[in-house]
């Protein structure tokens, strides 16, 4: 290890403990730092969820049975939270209640009263201990901002016991979450945790100074969170497009109520929606850079019928570092962005100049992405640069991720400087020549990616070189070796033309083939994370660098 990382690894752990320390005084003495929340007295509306809801995952839940998180759980009668749980996973999702939303499809007496008791049974066995999964602070926020929504399905034809319950019950999750969110590190979970107070503070009768205070703390957090160009500060496109999920019913309880409206919000709104199409592929599936997965497609639309602000996608995200190379039906993605700051790295991947490729309706490259419900190695297994389409040397990361406990699965080392030049050809075509530091000091070497894309977006021409710091050539390749990977979407069928050349056809028909003029392609068993049905088996793209340089072309096929 070099001694920068050694003293930046260092640095860490000091801030680190300063933040432990200040967490265990807030929290011992919050009166001393923080002002007091707000009581509940009733609810006075109910915020919309904007999420699909399925038919079936109700009569599942109905019938006894929670199909939560790529598992299922039977109760046989008895409550969920009493028994032992298949995965953290899937005691997040049980305890945020979000799966609240499926009984929507069932508004019979019965669905509500099933799902009242299920409620009852919660507050009964958690709704005071406060500690475990139940009450961490985003599960908290979850579960605030589900039973708030919910609330029509949960309360309908309910006694005055079950109530008066609720909504002491409410109170006090209220009431914790506020303790809670000032020691909250940066990130999306503190950011969720505004976002559910503010609604608290409008969804009840809550006092207009808590409702003013909780918008400005929710703006605060906005704009330290979202970047100018609209992408959030961890860099993941899916954090954009969960965030919308929950400020776009936000925003409109507050002009529903007739509430001043906090004032970054319709911003944030309007900044967000441009980085959402930039992820967009060509055939409406989003980008899998930096913790993302793949998301029902109902989901995305349901969030991007409301974008008031359509146009076509920016060519280029600076504030994150992602750029945009689109002509006719294809589109090329890629992350030429810096990893964010150390607190907000734990979901970062190591993919520094990592490329997406899509046409028509078909993703043909992708990154392997990140899994929805799989356990922490594999999670931590797809953040390396081998399970991202780039250049990968000695199967080494080009960021390190720690597996320290204390400080979580966060980047202490990852590329600091990136080059970019972005250029207009006089043919039309658009080309992107980017190269980073991510292996200078294990390696001495640079790696730089250069993309051209014809104007009618049917021809891509790639080189990849690894150069000296100066911007040389390097001599000759490190002993470790060297490899370009090219993950290819499941969907996709391989089929081999010569040793240099591979076809890669769609369901549809549609295919682009992959050539190289010199060296050999190897077509490798691979596995994509990142389907909505769980992990699944893929193929992908092998060269290895028998020079400092290779050379690679895509042609397009309809």
Same mark, same amino acid.
């Given at each position: 290890?070099?001694?920068?990382?050694?003293?930046?690894?260092?640095?860490?752990?000091?801030?680190?403990?300063?933040?432990?320390?200040?967490?265990?005084?807030?929290?011992?003495?919050?009166?001393?730092?923080?002002?007091?929340?707000?009581?509940?007295?009733?609810?006075?509306?109910?915020?919309?969820? &904007?999420?699909?809801?399925?038919?079936?995952?109700?009569?599942?839940?109905?019938?006894?049975?929670?199909?939560?998180?790529?598992?299922?759980? /039977? =109760?046989?009668?008895?409550?969920?939270?009493?028994?032992?749980?298949?995965? %953290?996973?899937?005691?997040?999702?049980?305890?945020?209640?979000?799966?609240?939303?499926?009984?929507?499809?069932?508004?019979?007496?019965?669905?509500?009263?099933?799902?009242?008791?299920?409620?009852?049974?919660?507050?009964?066995?958690?709704?005071?201990?406060?500690?475990?999964?139940?009450?961490?602070?985003?599960? =908290? +926020?979850? %579960?605030?901002?589900?039973?708030?929504?919910?609330?029509?399905?949960?309360?309908?034809?309910?006694?005055?016991?079950?109530?008066?319950?609720?909504?002491?019950?409410?109170?006090?999750?209220?009431?914790?979450?506020?303790? /809670?969110?000032?020691? $909250?590190?940066?990130? $999306?979970?503190?950011?969720? +945790?505004?976002?559910?107070?503010?609604?608290?503070?409008?969804?009840? #009768?809550?006092?207009?100074?808590?409702?003013?205070?909780?918008?400005?703390?929710?703006?605060?957090?906005?704009?330290?969170?979202?970047?100018?160009?609209?992408?959030?500060?961890?860099?993941?496109?899916?954090?954009?497009?969960?965030?919308?999920?929950?400020?776009?019913? &936000?925003?409109?309880?507050?002009?529903?109520?007739?509430?001043?409206?906090?004032?970054?919000?319709?911003?944030?709104?309007?900044?967000?929606?441009?980085?959402?199409?930039?992820?967009?592929?060509?055939?409406?599936?989003?980008?899998?850079?930096?913790?993302?997965?793949? +998301?029902?497609?109902?989901?995305?639309?349901?969030?991007?019928?409301?974008?008031?602000?359509?146009?076509?996608?920016?060519?280029?995200?600076?504030?994150?570092?992602?750029?945009? $190379?689109?002509?006719?039906?294809?589109?090329?993605?890629?992350?030429?962005?810096?990893?964010? @700051?150390?607190?907000? @790295?734990?979901?970062?991947?190591?993919?520094?100049? @990592?490329?997406?490729?899509?046409?028509?309706?078909?993703?043909?490259?992708?990154?392997?992405?990140?899994?929805? *419900?799989?356990? /922490?190695?594999?999670?931590?297994?797809?953040?390396?640069?081998?399970?991202?389409?780039?250049?990968?040397?000695?199967?080494?990361?080009?960021?390190?991720?720690?597996?320290?406990?204390?400080?979580?699965?966060?980047?202490?080392?990852?590329?600091? =400087?990136?080059?970019?030049?972005?250029?207009?050809?006089?043919?039309?075509?658009?080309?992107?020549?980017?190269?980073?530091?991510?292996?200078?000091?294990?390696?001495?070497?640079?790696? /730089?990616?250069?993309?051209?894309?014809?104007?009618?977006?049917?021809?891509?021409?790639?080189?990849?070189?690894?150069?000296?710091?100066?911007?040389?050539?390097?001599?000759?390749?490190? @002993?470790?070796?060297?490899?370009?990977?090219?993950?290819?979407?499941?969907?996709?069928?391989?089929?081999?033309?010569?040793?240099?050349?591979?076809?890669?056809? +769609?369901?549809?028909?549609?295919?682009?083939?992959?050539? $190289?003029?010199?060296?050999?392609?190897?077509?490798?068993?691979?596995?994509?994370?990142?389907?909505?049905?769980?992990?699944?088996?893929?193929?992908?793209?092998?060269?290895?660098?028998?020079?400092? #340089?290779?050379?690679? *072309?895509?042609?397009?096929?309809?």
């Amino acid at each position: 290890m070099r001694i920068s990382d050694r003293r930046r690894i260092a640095s860490l752990y000091i801030d680190e403990g300063k933040h432990r320390v200040v967490r265990a005084i807030s929290r011992a003495m919050p009166s001393v730092f923080f002002a007091g929340g707000f009581r509940v007295s009733r609810l006075v509306v109910a915020p919309t969820d &904007l999420r699909a809801i399925d038919p079936f995952v109700a009569e599942e839940i109905l019938a006894g049975r929670f199909p939560l998180a790529g598992r299922v759980l /039977e =109760t046989g009668g008895q409550s969920p939270f009493s028994l032992e749980l298949p995965s %953290r996973q899937f005691a997040m999702r049980l305890h945020g209640f979000g799966w609240l939303r499926h009984v929507r499809a069932y508004k019979t007496q019965v669905a509500c009263q099933n799902t009242r008791s299920v409620v009852d049974q919660w507050i009964g066995l958690h709704g005071s201990r406060m500690t475990g999964v139940a009450w961490e602070p985003e599960v =908290t +926020a979850r %579960r605030i901002i589900s039973w708030l929504s919910h609330s029509p399905v949960v309360l309908r034809e309910a006694e005055a016991g079950f109530y008066r319950r609720f909504i002491g019950s409410l109170n006090l999750q209220i009431s914790h979450l506020h303790r /809670e969110v000032h020691t $909250l590190p940066e990130g $999306l979970p503190r950011l969720k +945790a505004r976002i559910a107070l503010a609604m608290a503070s409008i969804a009840t #009768e809550a006092p207009r100074k808590a409702v003013r205070r909780a918008g400005r703390q929710l703006d605060r957090e906005l704009e330290r969170q979202i970047l100018p160009d609209g992408s959030h500060a961890s860099r993941n496109p899916q954090a954009s497009v969960d965030l919308l999920f929950d400020l776009l019913p &936000l925003r409109q309880t507050y002009i529903n109520l007739g509430h001043d409206i906090p004032q970054r919000l319709i911003s944030v709104i309007d900044r967000i929606y441009p980085a959402v199409r930039f992820f967009r592929h060509s055939g409406g599936d989003l980008a899998l850079f930096n913790g993302a997965s793949s +998301a029902l497609a109902t989901d995305l639309l349901s969030v991007l019928r409301y974008d008031e602000t359509a146009g076509q996608p920016f060519k280029a995200l600076p504030h994150a570092g992602y750029h945009r $190379l689109a002509a006719g039906e294809t589109v090329l993605l890629v992350d030429a962005g810096k990893p964010p @700051s150390a607190r907000l @790295s734990d979901t970062a991947h190591a993919g520094c100049l @990592s490329l997406e490729l899509s046409s028509g309706k078909n993703r043909f490259i992708v990154n392997s992405g990140s899994p929805l *419900f799989a356990g /922490e190695r594999l999670r931590q297994l797809a953040r390396t640069t081998a399970a991202h389409s780039t250049v990968c040397i000695g199967d080494v990361s080009s960021a390190r991720i720690t597996a320290s406990k204390f400080l979580g699965s966060i980047m202490v080392s990852a590329p600091s =400087t990136i080059d970019i030049d972005r250029q207009t050809g006089p043919d039309g075509s658009d080309r992107l020549s980017a190269r980073h530091d991510g292996y200078l000091g294990r390696f001495g070497v640079l790696h /730089e990616r250069e993309l051209r894309i014809n104007e009618p977006g049917t021809k891509i021409a790639g080189r990849d070189r690894l150069l000296l710091p100066d911007g040389l050539p390097a001599p000759a390749l490190p @002993s470790a070796g060297a490899v370009a990977r090219f993950h290819i979407h499941p969907s996709i069928t391989l089929e081999r033309i010569d040793q240099r050349s591979v076809r890669m056809i +769609a369901p549809d028909g549609e295919s682009w083939t992959f050539t $190289l003029p010199v060296g050999k392609l190897v077509i490798a068993e691979d596995v994509f994370f990142a389907d909505v049905s769980g992990i699944r088996p893929s193929q992908q793209l092998e060269v290895t660098f028998e020079a400092p #340089e290779i050379r690679w *072309f895509l042609a397009h096929r309809a």
